[in-house]
């Protein structure tokens, strides 16, 4: 299956802007989308968006990246009580050797919204951090993903099939449910988790939510592991070079 058109908005075709195209931020929908840089040439290395003093979004460029080039982009989300730096970790390594541009938003509360009672706050500044992002860099709409650990990547399965036209891939590790909702596009997904995972255990996990994935019509790469709850290097890497091959 094959994703509708990413980049622009149903309504009139452009990019626009988060407060131009009001999002449903309580049914987890994002209304941000990739299009013309606005800013300045764009700094690399990593950086504090500005949109909060307690809990900012870190956004990590590498250098090479070059201004007006579309670049491979993922969104990725901490585990409960992280934080920006900790939701970077699982590709920050990989992200240099790749040209991989990096956004880590964190909670506003010890976790996601939607755990807490619903979609709201989190999507809102989510989407806030993608308007501020995509005005600073080109980002190439068949390779932006959202992905996590944890609880980030529950809430990344969960927010990126709602966002299934804005996302084209979903990186979750160590998942622990998807939260029930709408959903549109068909995002190419990939999920690892650690036989030996003892926080959220695989059976009652992974084991349950890929195959329901599959059944309504997800393309969906699995990894099991030998471990605990983390994200071993060699599936970091497996999930990079999936997130940046050419598909099927």
Same mark, same amino acid.
């Given at each position: ?67 007006? %080039?579309?670049? !491979?982009?993922? =969104?990725?989300?901490? $585990?409960?009580?992280?934080? /920006?730096?900790?939701? &970077?970790?699982?590709? #920050? ?44 860099? %080109?980002?190439? !709409?068949?390779? =932006?993903?959202?992905? $996590?650990?944890?609880?980030? /990547?529950?809430?990344? &399965?969960?927010?990126? #099939? ?50 329901? =994935?599959?059944?309504? $019509? ?31």
């Amino acid at each position: 299956m094959k994703p509708a058109r990413r980049g622009t908005t149903e309504q009139d075709g452009s990019a626009g802007t988060a407060g131009e195209r009001g999002g449903d931020h309580a049914s987890g929908q994002l209304s941000s989308r990739p299009g013309p840089v606005t800013s300045a040439t764009p700094a690399t290395g990593l950086q504090p968006l500005g949109l909060d003093t307690d809990r900012d979004a870190l956004l990590y460029v590498p250098d090479q990246v070059t201004p007006g %080039t579309p670049a !491979p982009m993922v =969104l990725l989300l901490h $585990g409960a009580g992280g934080t /920006a730096e900790a939701g &970077l970790a699982p590709l #920050l390594d990989l992200a240099g050797e790749t040209g991989l541009v990096l956004l880590s938003p964190p909670a506003r509360d010890r976790t996601w919204d939607v755990l807490l009672g619903g979609y709201g706050p989190d999507i809102a500044f989510i989407d806030r951090a993608l308007e501020a992002t995509f005005a600073r860099q %080109t980002i190439d !709409p068949d390779h =932006l993903a959202i992905g $996590g650990f944890s609880d980030g /990547a529950s809430y990344a &399965l969960s927010v990126g #099939l709602v966002n299934g036209t804005l996302f084209s891939h979903i990186v979750a590790f160590s998942p622990g449910f998807v939260a029930p909702g709408p959903t549109s596009g068909s995002p190419r997904v990939f999920v690892s988790h650690g036989t030996a995972d003892d926080v959220l255990p695989i059976g009652a996990t992974s084991r349950r939510i890929v195959p329901r =994935l599959e059944q309504d $019509g997800y393309e969906v790469r699995y990894r099991e592991f030998e471990g605990g709850h983390a994200v071993p290097p060699a599936i970091a890497g497996e999930a990079l070079d999936w997130f940046l091959g050419p598909g099927d």
